[in-house]
């Protein structure tokens, strides 16, 4: 299969995220002498600028982080949780059976900026007065706007014109701003400034979070000083598996990671090779693994703060083994609704660096335009992603004060013979791991190179509410062969043909290290604005 970009190679060090401006300014800092961490915070700050409908100072961030010296992977949660005062019967007494997905009402504490600077404290090597700078510029003399940045605009236009601050940003005239315009976000550059000035302390207890927490206070929103004051990042364990004798890493819960293992775990067991890359029988069974693996998810994963979680039983293969008993073959099985299953975006970026160190990251305010709330003159566009809590008080996710969410952010990290492999990751909500297991399917089981593996068409199982009812929908863009998407349908699969090249397949970004580190090679996804760069 020809591939639309030429992978990308290197032995020096590679970075690759969904926007060539963000990939350019963290290889800078990679030939700069800083290391991946350097890097990758300088990536997504640049990100939070030039894809600011996806990610920003408003949202939530994890990192994978390899560390060749120490010759480990660390996991850095940087999620924020729900705000003390957000309590289901409080929903409940303003007529809400779920919680809304714009405004401020599903807004939890925004934790990436803790991230950064618990990273940076821990890794780095570089300053984040000096690794916000590039940031800074591009928010001040603006960036351009792509054809896929204006696609999520023009998507967004109903959340645009619902809010005088985004309608200023993203207007003109009143009409939306086209591709090729700049767009200038001078607010948020000054915000960054202060960051670069007070870091940490001024977003979580300077004069940035007392504008927060007033501006949440006289919009009806639920965060507080106090809320913002109490917000930590958390190292944790990754979590693990082995495919095929490649051992993948990704984040315990909160994070949605353990479904990707789960998914692997019961694919495993099919000689994938033997039914042939993207066969219909090839498709069918990974679709019955994936709702094998999130009817797991949905009913255990949360924070595990609040619940007992049983990960040992999970990930195991026996359990593994177990659900697949119940995949039939030849015709499609239950269909499972996801309660939150539809929107979700995302930036995911990996770099490595010429030591070896690696780092896989991603970073949301999660809808487009998370709560499609910007606070005040900050610049700062809050995310919605309290909006995945359940106000069912029997369901394991459900809202209570203080809590972290299932998440869906979930890099990855895949080590062969002990060493990074491959890193890698994508946007795309509830696609996050479906994607993840076709393109670690396409490398491993059918020789792919990382290029190829991306480029390769997608599909994603999905539900859409009509008249009240869930759907049940295979999405497949129109590279598959008419034949394929036949088969499908006899085998009782609901199919929709998307886009060839659709932004609802998520962006996904990848490394692959070969050689004992001497060959790197960088894969982008032509389905958004990314680029891989290395030297």
């Known amino acids: 299969m020809p591939s639309i970009y030429p992978v990308t190679r290197a032995s020096n060090g590679m970075v690759v995220s969904p926007h060539r401006l963000a990939s350019i300014e963290g290889l800078k800092v990679l030939k700069r002498e800083g290391n991946a961490v350097d890097a990758a915070i300088a990536t997504n700050m640049v990100l939070a600028v030039a894809y600011p409908h996806m990610c920003g100072l408003g949202g939530d961030a994890f990192l994978l982080i390899y560390d060749v010296d120490e010759d480990r992977i660390y996991g850095l949660n940087a999620s924020g949780r729900a705000p003390y005062a957000a309590k289901r019967d409080l929903f409940r007494s303003m007529g809400f059976s779920s919680i809304p997905v714009?405004?401020?009402?599903?807004?939890?504490?925004?934790?990436?900026?803790?991230?950064?600077?618990?990273?940076?404290?821990?890794?780095?090597?570089?300053?984040?007065?000096?690794?916000?700078?590039?940031?800074?510029?591009?928010?001040?003399?603006?960036?351009?706007?792509?054809?896929?940045?204006?696609?999520?605009?023009?998507?967004?236009?109903?959340?645009?014109?619902?809010?005088?601050?985004?309608?200023?940003?993203?207007?003109?005239?009143?009409?939306?701003?086209?591709?090729?315009?700049?767009?200038?976000?001078?607010?948020?550059?000054?915000?960054?400034?202060?960051l670069a000035e007070g870091g940490r302390n001024e977003f979580y207890r300077g004069e940035l979070a007392e504008s927060i927490a007033k501006f949440s206070e006289e919009n009806g929103g639920l965060i507080?000083?106090?809320?913002?004051?109490?917000?930590?990042?958390?190292?944790?364990?990754?979590?693990?598996?082995?495919?095929?004798?490649?051992?993948?890493?990704?984040?315990?819960?909160?994070?949605?990671?353990?479904?990707?293992?789960?998914?692997?775990?019961?694919?495993?067991?099919?000689?994938?090779?033997?039914?042939?890359?993207?066969?219909?029988?090839?498709?069918?069974?990974?679709?019955?693994?994936?709702?094998?693996?999130?009817?797991v998810r949905d009913q255990y994963v949360t924070d595990p703060d609040f619940v007992e979680i049983p990960l040992s039983k999970l990930l195991s293969k026996e359990y593994a083994s177990q659900l697949r008993e119940n995949i039939y073959h030849e015709r499609k099985g239950q269909y499972i609704h996801h309660e939150n299953a539809g929107e979700g975006d995302t930036v995911y970026l990996a770099v490595v660096d010429k030591e070896g160190n690696?780092?896989?990251?991603?970073?949301?305010?999660?809808?487009?335009?998370?709560?499609?709330?910007?606070?005040?003159?900050?610049?700062?566009?809050l995310q919605n992603r309290g909006a995945?809590?359940?106000?069912?008080?029997?369901?394991?996710?459900?809202?209570?004060?203080?809590?972290?969410?299932?998440?869906?952010?979930?890099?990855?990290?895949?080590?062969?013979?002990?060493?990074?492999?491959?890193?890698?990751?994508?946007?795309?909500?509830?696609?996050?791991?479906?994607?993840?297991?076709?393109?670690?399917?396409?490398?491993?089981?059918?020789?792919?190179d990382v290029q190829e593996s991306i480029e390769a068409p997608r599909w994603v199982s999905t539900s859409f509410k009509t008249n009240q009812h869930y759907a049940d929908i295979l999405m497949m863009e129109k590279r598959f062969p008419q034949n394929v998407l036949s088969k499908l349908e006899s085998m009782g699969h609901k199919v929709s043909y998307v886009e060839e090249w659709s932004q609802m397949m998520g962006h996904a970004q990848a490394i692959m290290v070969k050689k004992n580190g001497k060959a790197i090679y960088g894969g982008a996804d032509p389905r958004g604005d990314s680029a891989a760069f290395g030297w």
């Open 358 to 381: 690696a780092v896989s990251l991603i970073q949301s305010i999660y809808y487009p335009f998370g709560s499609g709330v910007v606070v005040g003159d900050t610049g700062i566009i």
């Open 388 to 448: 995945y809590f359940s106000l069912d008080e029997k369901h394991v996710n459900r809202l209570e004060p203080h809590k972290r969410t299932l998440h869906t952010l979930s890099p990855l990290m895949v080590f062969k013979d002990q060493r990074p492999f491959l890193v890698m990751g994508t946007m795309g909500g509830d696609g996050q791991p479906q994607t993840h297991m076709q393109v670690i399917s396409n490398i491993i089981d059918f020789g792919m």
């Open 102 to 194: 714009r405004g401020m009402l599903p807004v939890t504490v925004p934790g990436v900026v803790d991230g950064w600077c618990t990273a940076i404290e821990r890794f780095g090597t570089k300053t984040l007065s000096e690794l916000i700078q590039p940031a800074i510029e591009y928010a001040e003399r603006g960036v351009p706007i792509t054809d896929k940045f204006y696609w999520f605009i023009n998507s967004s236009i109903d959340v645009l014109t619902s809010s005088p601050k985004l309608a200023e940003m993203y207007m003109r005239g009143g009409r939306i701003i086209k591709p090729g315009e700049v767009l200038v976000q001078k607010e948020l550059a000054a915000t960054l400034r202060k």
């Open 224 to 295: 507080t000083k106090r809320d913002l004051q109490d917000h930590k990042s958390d190292w944790v364990e990754p979590i693990k598996t082995q495919y095929r004798g490649y051992e993948v890493y990704t984040f315990p819960p909160n994070s949605q990671g353990v479904a990707t293992l789960i998914e692997l775990n019961i694919i495993e067991g099919f000689e994938l090779s033997q039914y042939g890359w993207q066969k219909p029988e090839t498709i069918h069974l990974m679709v019955e693994a994936k709702k094998c693996a999130f009817k």
